[in-house]
């Protein structure tokens, strides 16, 4: 989205490459974020999975956790729904932990294709190389490495790293997994593409299960806010103090995130907001400064791209307002005069 289409123009853009704000404007400008949010009304909800045309699309909530392990939040942040795509950033954590730099750059990738999440043509196009962990082939690629000797193992092994991240043991919705599973044909197809190239090593639709199942876990805006934060503080969560990866692994994460993590719509995001984001179909979305805070968004209407319009505008407001965008910069000889 642009500019004008997120209703930033008229905010002043903050330069700040210090410490993070202090609590009450963090307090009072989350606030102005999500009244600003809430007069968009565009988008709708994701029909191609039965389950979330049914929500409610008027939920909205949007949290700010800062690497102090303080939580600033607004709105719906406590009503639940499925991750979604946001957990491939996650897994990708995980599995940059368990493996290294080098062994995912080679095996998944990082480009982005340009083209849609489920694309199947990019996989052809690039020589059965999923190409990111943000699309879907990418996602499935990872799933597929993540460490276990069976899919039971590797369930285990991804659903308590995402708890890990959220500082609480997450749990699938089964209604949404069941609804999922029943629908997921092309996530088959491009996994059983992926086996034909060699990239999952593994039965493929075991590797599709064990990929539902995590976009099945319910979270809440706050969950994503604590997550975004772990990746933000180097791997610590800040409310458990727990470390969940290293600060390698998150800052390989982020660049990710930053070139892919909002689809076709990565640059746009980019440019306009500065910051590395993973949005979901379910209407969340995570936003990360590094340093500085996770924000956690939920609003189930989306953009064509399949990215949350209301929790796009909360965020570009953030992001602006509290001098967040990784861009940023001004003159260190501001407010020096010529002599």
């Not at 991750?83 to 290294?100: E, R």
């Not at 996602?139 to 490495?145: G, K, Q, S």
């Not at 791997?235 to 800052?251: D, F, I, L, Y």
Request: hydrophobic share 40%; net charge negative.
């Amino acid at each position: 989205m642009r500019a004008s289409e997120l209703g930033i123009n008229d905010i002043g853009i903050a330069v700040d490459t210090g410490p993070v704000p202090p609590d009450d404007r963090i307090d009072a400008l989350t606030e102005a974020a999500y009244r600003r949010a809430l007069e968009h009304a565009e988008g709708s909800v994701a029909d191609y999975i039965p389950i979330l045309a049914a929500v409610d699309p008027e939920g909205f909530g949007i949290c700010v956790a800062d690497v102090n392990g303080g939580v600033h939040e607004v709105g719906d942040t406590r009503l639940t729904f499925s991750i979604q795509s946001i957990s491939k950033a996650f897994v990708y954590a995980l599995l940059c932990d368990t493996v290294g730099h080098e062994a995912v750059f080679d095996m998944v990738g990082v480009n982005n294709t340009g083209l849609a999440f489920n694309s199947v043509v990019a996989i052809e196009l690039n020589d059965g190389h999923p190409m990111n962990p943000m699309v879907n082939a990418g996602a499935l690629a990872t799933t597929a490495l993540m460490p276990g000797g069976g899919a039971a193992e590797k369930w285990d092994a991804v659903r308590t790293g995402l708890s890990r991240f959220a500082g609480r043991e997450l749990r699938v919705d089964e209604e949404v997994y069941r609804s999922e599973a029943a629908t997921n044909h092309r996530n088959r197809a491009i996994a059983q593409l992926l086996e034909s190239y060699g990239r999952i090593q593994t039965d493929p639709l075991d590797v599709v299960d064990v990929y539902t199942k995590q976009c099945a876990l319910l979270v809440d805006a706050h969950d994503l806010a604590v997550m975004a934060s772990t990746l933000a503080d180097g791997g610590v969560n800040p409310v458990t103090g727990e470390k969940v990866v290293s600060a390698e692994v998150c800052r390989d994460t982020l660049a990710v995130m930053a070139a892919s993590g909002l689809y076709e719509r990565s640059g746009e995001w980019l440019f306009e907001i500065g910051l590395p984001g993973k949005s979901g179909v379910a209407g969340g979305l995570i936003t990360v400064a590094p340093g500085k805070v996770g924000i956690g968004a939920y609003a189930p209407r989306l953009d064509s791209a399949g990215n949350s319009v209301r929790g796009q505008v909360a965020t570009a407001y953030l992001s602006r307002a509290l001098g967040l965008n990784i861009f940023a910069s001004d003159s260190h000889f501001s407010g020096r005069t010529n002599e």
